[in-house]
């Protein structure tokens, strides 16, 4: 006769408290416990993403450029544990981005908006970021701190950031928050010559909080709120005409949940965001992931997004030129009410110590697809394709 | 299914160690099963009193010295466990104990005398031990020795470990010290005997362990007789003689570290109060006392008809 | 702007109210395999994230969530 072990004791009398006493000690032992500790092992992580846009439809632009960004990513990041309660994460990321984006609007013969891409020669850039952070880990707490560092022909940003994290209920739940600096400047290439604005900053300061709930054995819950409040100089300096105010107060809320199923072998990501900001755009982000496994060796991971936002103030999808700079405006497509649906597939296939992922999405954006009242159809909506080759290696 | 089932034996912590584990890449089984080795050498490096270099012998070569030694959190913990087996058991289980081998030597049988029992026992006493913040300050003369705590702590690190890896059934074996990854497809238990004392012809036990931990206390192989008594290897830190209790004792729990407080708990207790604890804690044990007669609560007694413990009532 | 201070409060409470009414059943260490799993986690591939997150706040208006905005560039 077999008997299935419970191994739980008893539940009350003098028994059980001995047994509870010589249960919570051991249960603080840090390789028993889900407790703060530096990673076991270092991580080296690479990523290559090509992105690609549609070229602009011959009927919103019928007079010249039409074929729009094509970018390259490179992604590397290194996770290592250097002590016994500290860690250290470094971020390089390289993007090279060629073609053109739109410089401004005109209406149309039939009212409807034609857009004009930068120039015929368009855009080429490089971007460099690098960014160090760091870990201390205490029993219950971890707390992180980060500065990176970002630099274009035309960009410069600096960013700092503090954050934390603690278990609370035996690790069911924990709470997370942190707030970050970035400090800003913008000097337009060919300035003069477009008369633009020769030099500019920009700050934004953020902060969040979060909790993040264990549910049972198979699922999680978390809940999230984050405020960025930015100053400065907030336009788009490459448009012929965008005047932005020069204060943005932004808050988005958001909500994420993770199930297992365990006779599908497969999990399932559920993410929500509602956003708000003081230009009077309001979004709504839904996106999910199914993570499902094929054997041991790979996972297959069908995906898909829906966004829609509604319009800023000052959106008016033909620039006015009439209009004293004084007076905010923009016709750039992303102020404009819309809504946008992409989704893609990915693949994971581990090997031992090696990782290989490949990433997938496909981007409709159209002004039809917007849960929000569309007053002024945005003119230039994008849609894209990206796709995304990574190796991870642990060591 | 059954190519998939791993098996990685080696030889840690003075025993016969095994993991084994469902994995049917080979690639990525190796690469599991190096990974849980090292974290067995990491304890192993870090709390042997075999090793000079370990920090254990750090902390006691500064016996005496009131600067004391650093506790990172690990240890740090380790001593709070320690702490709550010593409690619980009226000062039986003291990881202060580990000076009476200097007069003990049970291979070639001696016997020490009263005197230096005596002068050994004012070295012993886990309340003699200083801490300060996150500093232990030994005094002299004493010796701190973690046995009946790493090794069963080490199994379930290693458990946790392989389930952070992603194995989903596996089993950790560290000389007798079992802590379950994850059980055999689908919801089956482990099965897990428990050696006869008296030599490996026979099981005294056996388990279905599904989940948790398993660890053992018993004098196998190092005891010996003197003047017609049976001495056990485990020795009383109160008398500073061997302990007159159950000849065995196997403890099944949730985590591997406190089956093995347990077990050596039970063990250093005279026989019936031995006995009296496992039933009072209510966890699934098994015995042998001096007389063979072997009983417990959720194991399998290898002799046929009756054998299986009743189970009481909880 | 009161709609919106409106539909905000609703969105938090609705979320915290979700979020505590949760039966939460205690999860052991030893239980813990599948939340351990890499896909169960809130991230599973960072760099995809951060990625992500860098192309959605330069084609689209918004950002942030459950992170503090990290740093800047000269597309948006």
């Given at each position: 006769?077999?008997?299935?072990?419970?191994?739980?004791?008893?539940?009350?009398?003098?028994?059980?408290?001995?047994?509870?006493?010589?249960?919570?000690?051991?249960?603080?032992?840090?390789?028993?416990?889900?407790?703060?500790?530096?990673?076991?092992?270092?991580?080296?992580?690479?990523?290559?993403?090509?992105?690609?846009?549609?070229?602009?439809?011959?009927?919103?632009?019928?007079?010249?450029?039409?074929?729009?960004?094509?970018?390259?990513?490179?992604?590397?990041?290194?996770?290592?544990?250097?002590?016994?309660?500290?860690?250290?994460?470094?971020?390089?990321?390289?993007?090279?981005?060629?073609?053109?984006?739109?410089?401004?609007?005109?209406?149309?013969?039939?009212?409807?908006?034609?857009?004009?891409?930068?120039?015929?020669?368009?855009?080429?850039?490089?971007?460099?970021?690098?960014?160090?952070?760091?870990?201390?880990?205490?029993?219950?707490?971890?707390?992180?701190?980060?500065?990176?560092?970002?630099?274009?022909?035309?960009?410069?940003?600096?960013?700092?950031g503090l954050s934390g994290q603690t278990n609370l209920h035996q690790d069911l739940t924990t709470i997370a928050a942190g707030i970050s600096y970035a400090d800003d400047e913008i000097f337009p290439t060919d300035a003069e010559l477009f008369n633009r604005v020769t030099k500019e900053s920009k700050f934004s300061t953020s902060a969040f909080v979060s909790i993040s709930q264990i549910i049972n054995q198979t699922s999680t819950l978390q809940a999230a709120l984050?405020?960025?409040?930015?100053?400065?100089?907030?336009?788009?300096?490459?448009?012929?005409?965008?005047?932005?105010?020069?204060?943005?107060?932004?808050?988005?809320?958001?909500?994420?949940?993770?199930?297992?199923?365990?006779?599908?072998?497969?999990?399932?990501?559920i993410n929500y965001r509602y956003y708000h900001d003081d230009f009077g755009i309001s979004s709504h982000t839904l996106d999910s992931s199914w993570y499902q496994n094929l054997g041991n060796s790979l996972q297959l991971i069908p995906h898909l997004r829906y966004y829609s936002q509604s319009a800023a103030d000052f959106y008016s999808n033909v620039d006015n030129f009439v209009l004293p700079v004084t007076e905010n405006q923009s016709s750039?497509?992303?102020?404009?009410?819309?809504?946008?649906?992409?989704?893609?597939?990915?693949?994971?296939?581990?090997?031992?110590?090696?990782?290989?992922?490949?990433?997938?999405?496909?981007?409709?954006?159209?002004?039809?697809?917007?849960a929000y009242d569309v007053t002024q159809p945005g003119a230039g909506l994008v849609r894209y394709f990206r796709v995304s080759l990574g190796i991870d290696y642990t060591f | 299914?059954?190519?998939?089932?791993?098996?990685?034996?080696?030889?840690?912590?003075?025993?016969?160690?095994?993991?084994?584990?469902?994995?049917?890449?080979?690639?990525?089984?190796?690469?599991?099963?190096?990974?849980?080795?090292?974290?067995?050498?990491?304890?192993?490096?870090?709390?042997?009193?075999?090793?000079?270099?370990?920090?254990?012998?750090?902390?006691?070569?500064?016996?005496?010295?009131?600067?004391?030694?650093?506790?990172?959190?690990?240890?740090?913990?380790?001593?709070?466990?320690?702490?709550?087996?010593?409690?619980?058991?009226?000062?039986l289980f003291d990881i202060t104990a580990g000076v009476l081998r200097r007069i003990w030597d049970f291979s070639s049988g001696k016997v020490p005398s009263q005197t230096e029992v005596d002068r050994l026992l004012s070295h012993i006493g886990f309340h003699k031990l200083q801490f300060s913040k996150s500093r232990l300050i030994l005094p002299a003369g004493?010796?701190?020795?973690?046995g009946g705590i790493v090794k069963e702590y080490a199994a379930?690190?290693?458990?946790?470990?392989?389930?952070?890896?992603?194995?989903?059934?596996?089993?950790?074996?560290?000389?007798?010290?079992?802590?379950?990854?994850?059980?055999?497809?689908?919801?089956?238990?482990?099965?897990?005997?428990?050696?006869?004392?008296?030599?490996?012809?026979?099981?005294?036990?056996?388990?279905?362990?599904?989940?948790?931990?398993?660890?053992?206390?018993?004098?196998?192989?190092?005891?010996?007789?003197?003047?017609?008594?049976r001495y056990s290897h485990i020795l009383n830190p109160k008398t500073g003689w061997p302990c007159d209790g159950l000849r065995a004792v196997s403890v099944s729990a949730d985590t591997c570290t406190v089956a093995g407080s347990i077990a050596t708990i039970a063990m250093l207790k005279p026989e019936q109060q031995g006995i009296a604890l496992l039933e009072e804690l209510g966890v699934d044990h098994t015995y042998m006392t001096c007389d063979e007669q072997i009983s417990g609560r959720g194991f399998i007694t290898d002799s046929s008809a009756e054998k299986i413990a009743d189970q009481i009532p909880s | 702007m009161i709609t919106s201070t409106r539909k905000i409060t609703a969105i938090l409470v609705l979320m915290l109210f979700s979020l505590l009414l949760a039966s939460c059943t205690p999860v052991r260490a030893w239980e813990r395999g599948y939340l351990a799993k890499r896909e169960m986690a809130w991230e599973p591939d960072g760099l995809k994230s951060a990625l992500d997150k860098h192309v959605f706040f330069s084609k689209e208006a918004s950002s942030g969530g459950n992170s503090a905005h990290g740093g800047g560039c000269g597309c948006n």
């Open positions: 006769m077999t008997r299935k072990n419970t191994a739980t004791g008893r539940k009350s009398g003098p028994g059980s408290k001995k047994l509870l006493a010589l249960s919570t000690t051991a249960l603080a032992l840090p390789g028993i416990a889900a407790a703060d500790a530096p990673p076991p092992f270092s991580t080296l992580s690479y990523k290559f993403t090509n992105y690609q846009e549609d070229d602009i439809s011959r009927r919103e632009a019928p007079f010249g450029e039409r074929e729009r960004y094509d970018i390259d990513v490179h992604q590397l990041r290194l996770i290592t544990p250097t002590g016994r309660n500290t860690s250290l994460q470094i971020d390089g990321n390289q993007e090279s981005m060629s073609g053109a984006s739109p410089w401004f609007n005109i209406a149309g013969a039939d009212g409807d908006p034609i857009v004009n891409l930068s120039g015929a020669s368009g855009i080429r850039d490089s971007r460099r970021e690098l960014s160090i952070a760091g870990s201390y880990y205490f029993d219950n707490a971890t707390l992180s701190a980060s500065t990176g560092y970002s630099v274009e022909d035309d960009y410069r940003s600096r960013y700092y984050s405020i960025t409040e930015q100053t400065g100089f907030l336009s788009d300096p490459y448009k012929l005409r965008d005047v932005r105010p020069e204060q943005r107060t932004q808050l988005a809320l958001s909500s994420s949940y993770r199930h297992f199923f365990v006779s599908e072998d497969a999990a399932l990501h750039d497509y992303r102020l404009s009410a819309y809504g946008a649906v992409s989704g893609g597939i990915n693949l994971v296939a581990p090997f031992g110590d090696w990782l290989i992922s490949l990433n997938t999405e496909r981007y409709i954006a159209n002004e039809k697809y917007s | 299914m059954d190519a998939a089932l791993r098996s990685f034996p080696f030889q840690a912590m003075g025993s016969f160690c095994e993991i084994r584990f469902l994995e049917p890449s080979r690639i990525e089984a190796r690469a599991n099963a190096r990974k849980m080795l090292a974290e067995v050498n990491r304890l192993e490096q870090k709390y042997s009193r075999y090793n000079p270099a370990s920090f254990l012998s750090e902390i006691n070569a500064m016996a005496g010295n009131n600067l004391g030694t650093k506790l990172d959190t690990e240890t740090r913990t380790i001593f709070n466990h320690a702490l709550s087996c010593y409690e619980q058991s009226d000062g004493m010796e701190i020795d973690f379930d690190s290693v458990a946790r470990l392989g389930r952070s890896l992603g194995i989903e059934c596996g089993l950790v074996n560290l000389g007798g010290d079992f802590a379950v990854i994850g059980p055999l497809p689908v919801n089956r238990p482990w099965p897990i005997g428990i050696i006869h004392p008296e030599g490996d012809r026979n099981l005294m036990a056996r388990l279905m362990l599904e989940q948790g931990g398993l660890a053992s206390s018993g004098d196998y192989e190092r005891c010996f007789v003197h003047q017609g008594k | -």
